[in-house]
């Protein structure tokens, strides 16, 4: 069975901060990674994936993520957070030999202070 | 256009009432999911349907019933309805079709259940 950790529950930072939210996954086979962010009472929207190739990816508002396959690994960061990106972010890990379900993290909520 | 959308937004209820979830896709996918997410955030699958037919249910009550009438709509019916019930569901869809690999889920706005 899969699964995935995140290891900041709660993150809080000043605006212009620099920003990392670990993932780690545990999954045998080939794995497509993703993150979503939930902004206050709203739906999951994504942020970045990672499918293959390139290791480093750079999603949408200047997040960016990296896959250590070594590691196991699939931290986001973003050189300079900004009060709108205060919302919960989500790792999750997509099974391909299970219906492409999602296997998410427990969530990272990140306030950013202004 | 919303990509996948779900009905209602918000649904208070009484315990042991039975309500339904509905949801809808327009992205041309063939396989559709319900997830739930808790008090603490937490999300995890609860079913999904590929071409009308279950191909995922996970550890979840028997009060809950999915039902896919096409592959564009997957509803939730729950039935007896308790108070741990309360969550928010989120519907959202992929496409897996010949074993499409590169591809990612979308989802629904989400039911906020509040069973009192």
Known sequence: AQSVSQHNHHVILSEAASLELGCNYSYGGTVNLFWYVQYPGQHLQLLLKYFSGDPLVKGIKGFEAEFIKSKFSFNLRKPSVQWSDTAEYFCAVMNNNAGNMLTFGGGTRLMVKP | ?116
């Open chain 2, 1 to 116: 256009d919303t990509a996948v959308s779900q009905t209602p937004k918000y649904l208070v209820t009484q315990m042991g009432n039975d309500k339904s979830i509905k949801c809808e896709q327009n992205l041309g996918h063939d396989t559709m999911y319900w997830y739930k997410q808790d008090s603490k955030k937490f999300l995890k699958i609860m079913f999904s349907y590929n071409n009308k037919e279950l191909i995922i249910n996970e550890t979840v009550p028997n009060r809950f019933s999915p039902k896919s009438p096409d592959k564009a709509h997957l509803n939730l019916h729950i039935n007896s309805l308790e108070l741990g019930d309360s969550a928010v569901y989120f519907c959202a869809s992929s496409l897996l079709v010949g074993g499409a690999r590169n591809t990612e889920a979308f989802f629904g706005q989400g039911t906020r259940l509040t069973v009192v």
